[in-house]
């Protein structure tokens, strides 16, 4: 029972996403409404009609009041709403199931917005040309339009619930320094450099190039004239190319399961737990030699089994049956259900990818400019391994400049609305002198006659003094020239973008970049897969650290996070394995997510509490270079309608980390999170002195250059 919905003051949809659980209420409700023998209304306007009364009462206590309602309940709490108006688009979002929060629908709500920003860039920023990108006149353009948006929000919210790095909503590295080297060379060579010296690449340049197994970060790499891309944009990133290119979990694991079966169980008594594998064609456990049947709490005994000699492996197919039976099997199901598995070990060829406008921030010159306009090309090598390479246009270098003139007009208007004296203020702030400077500079250049107009009655009102504009004509005539050079931004990149006619690497370049990685980690895929479910594991920190039984690090300066797997697939499973004790495991985990930020949020850096046989800590502390813990501070209190603590809804983090560092001007401050799950019969304070031995470990670690 969920629904998202993005609408004008007017209840014009812009966009809207409903569950099959929203959809068949809403069905229901109109259908029995209408007529015997007529169609019920779209969707959409199922939708409008039914939130029309909410989007007016709340539109108009905005204009009477200057404020209006956030958040509220029905009758009896079956349903949750939360608005949030963002310039002049009304965000709704409603759950009717109690699986959501006011935290996790205002988290949402802010997530949808940054996804328009990376599609949309400064678009965004006016409010009739966002509405000209999410509701296209055109009805297949607009399918298309929310039906990409809305298959992020689904892709959001499934990693959301099944990936740590997104429940804490940082970048999850594989470890493996050979191979990462391994990795950032052939990235380096074959790839930026390749595509950066062909003569055919159409004036692309390529700035970022890097791989990803599943929802982790396996190499990066840049090129010297690149700016470095924040850990928020790379968390989107790998965002789109999960949804752009979903991973199947069950036909990788079978391919994984079955290929090279010597190589993995000669690895599995290091890292990989003894699972015996389930046949493809019965729903039934298996059962060892012994007749007893293997379940999920007797896997972790079988960390410490000894990995067998080369003449007790089989040589056979991958079947339970086979393997455990030791003859082949007879039935005829189970016989093309293998055949059908072999065919998945054949590399498919993968899909010509389709080149994508985004907007990044970057620094361009030495000054920081958000939403550069970039493209991206996601190459899926095999199921479940990506590469993705970022590219800039040669006409990118407008977006800064166009950046600078929307942020001096924005500031001229708040300016104007706070009362101030028009035309003295604007003659005397220093600002307006550069305003003009890089306006006048912008416009010679450019040669458009609707802008040079609008410029010249801005100019005539300010610095004329036969013909004084009031404020109230200068608002007008600002906010006239900040549409225009939106406008201008949009024909640039959105109008121009790759897949509407604008220039793009050609396919045969993005194929040879694409062949020379496969051929550069054929020897790694299969590794790199099983690599992605086994990261780390708890096996080597429970002798140190008895007690332990979960725990995530978060370097927040970064952006990156380190955590021993909880995966839960019908094929592969964590240390827990897949029975009830993994799941009550994983929900201790995410519900401790969810209360630490609440915390944070009210100003509590540290907590620690007794849950049933387990006790749950949160530490967050500020530490320098050196790995010296720094002094902790009341970090700000946020009110329950803030940006919700997290990277992509605002990078909460990153702007704690300039709060902090005011007080060390002399010093680089870096932030840490630690997350830990403990068995209850562990004393307290031997909790603590665990989590901190545990931090520095992890912070060691993370020093070795991987990236």
Wanted: contains cysteine.
């Amino acid at each position: 029972m969920k629904c998202v919905l993005v609408a004008t003051e007017g209840a014009e949809v812009l966009f809207y996403w409903t569950d099959k659980e929203f959809e068949e209420r809403l069905r229901l409700k109109f259908g029995q409404s209408g007529n015997d023998g007529e169609e019920p209304p779209a969707l959409e306007d199922q939708l409008s009609t039914l939130l029309a009364p909410v989007i007016i009462s709340s539109m108009t206590m905005l204009e009477k009041l200057s404020d209006t309602y956030t958040c509220f309940s029905t009758e009896n709490g079956r349903y949750l709403y939360v608005l949030h108006l963002f310039g002049e688009c009304l965000f709704i979002a409603i759950n009717g199931d109690h699986s959501e929060g006011e935290g996790d629908l205002r988290q949402k709500l802010r997530v949808l917005k940054y996804l328009f920003e990376l599609h949309f860039g400064l678009v965004t920023v006016d409010g009739q040309l966002i509405r000209k990108e999410l509701r296209p006149p055109d009805l297949a353009q607009r399918v298309q339009v929310w039906e990409r948006f809305q298959s992020l929000l689904r892709t959001y919210g499934r990693l959301r619930e099944q990936e740590q790095c997104f429940a804490v909503e940082a970048v999850e590295r594989l470890i493996h320094p050979q191979l990462c080297e391994l990795c950032i060379e052939a990235l380096e060579r074959h790839v930026v450099q390749a595509v950066n010296t062909s003569p055919a690449r159409a004036g692309e340049e390529a700035l970022h190039a890097f791989l990803l197994v599943h929802s982790k970060l396996l190499a990066f790499y840049s090129s010297h004239s690149a700016s470095p891309l924040r850990p928020a944009d790379l968390l989107g990133l790998i965002l789109l190319v999960q949804d752009l290119c979903p991973s199947d979990s069950a036909a990788e694991d079978n391919a994984a399961d079955n290929t090279q079966p010597s190589l993995r169980r000669l690895q599995s008594s290091q890292n990989i737990p003894l699972q015996q594998a389930w046949s493809p064609g019965s729903s039934a456990p298996t059962r060892s030699s012994a007749g007893t049947e293997t379940d999920s709490f007797s896997l972790p005994e079988e960390y410490f089994t000894p990995a067998p000699s080369p003449g007790e492996q089989s040589s056979g197919s991958g079947s339970t049956v086979w393997l455990d039976g030791g003859t082949p099997p007879t039935d005829a199901s189970q016989i093309q259900i293998a055949e059908d598995t072999l065919q998945t070990l054949i590399p498919d060829s993968p899909a010509p990818s389709c080149p994508r406008r985004i907007f990044l921030d970057a620094s361009v010159k030495d000054s920081y400019c958000p939403m550069v306009p970039h493209t991206m090309y996601c190459l899926p090598l095999w199921p479940g391994i990506s590469m993705v390479l970022l590219t800039k246009s040669p006409g990118a270098s407008m977006a800064p400049v166009l950046y600078q003139l929307l942020d001096g007009f924005s500031l001229l208007e708040k300016k104007l609305k706070e009362g101030q004296e028009a035309r003295s203020f604007l003659r005397s702030h220093p600002l307006m002198g550069d305003l003009r400077q890089r306006m006048d500079k912008f416009v010679k250049n450019h040669k458009g006659q609707e802008i040079q107009s609008t410029w010249q009655e801005f100019k005539t009102k300010v610095f004329s003094k036969s013909e004084p504009g009031s404020s109230w004509e200068l608002l007008q005539v600002c906010g006239k020239l900040k549409r225009q050079l939106c406008a201008i931004y949009r024909l640039s990149f959105l109008t121009t973008a790759p897949g509407r006619g604008g220039p793009q690497l050609p396919q045969h370049l993005q194929d040879q970049v694409q062949t020379l990685m496969q051929e550069k980690l054929m020897d790694w895929k299969d590794f790199v897969l099983v690599k992605s479910r086994r990261n780390v594991t708890m096996v080597s920190h429970l002798e140190d650290f008895p007690g332990l039984v979960h725990f995530i690090h978060v370097d927040r300066t970064t952006g990156q996070m380190v955590a021993p797997s909880l995966s839960s697939s019908e094929r592969t499973s964590s240390e827990l394995g897949k029975g009830p004790l993994a799941a009550f495991i994983r929900t201790k985990v995410w519900s401790l997510i969810r209360l630490a930020r609440r915390y944070l949020q009210k100003g509590y850096t540290t907590l620690l509490f007794q849950e049933g046989d387990f006790y749950c800590s949160y530490f967050l502390w500020f530490q320098n270079e050196m790995g010296y813990k720094l002094q902790i501070i009341e970090v700000p209190v946020l009110a329950d309608d803030s940006v919700p603590v997290g990277m992509l809804g605002g990078d909460y983090y990153r702007k704690l980390l300039r709060y902090y560092s005011k007080g060390h001007p002399t010093e680089t401050v870096r932030c840490h999170e630690l997350l830990a799950l403990h068995l209850s019969v562990i004393p307290m304070d031997m909790l603590v002195q665990q989590a901190g031995e545990l931090a520095r470990r992890l912070w060691e670690a993370s020093r070795v250059p991987l990236l």
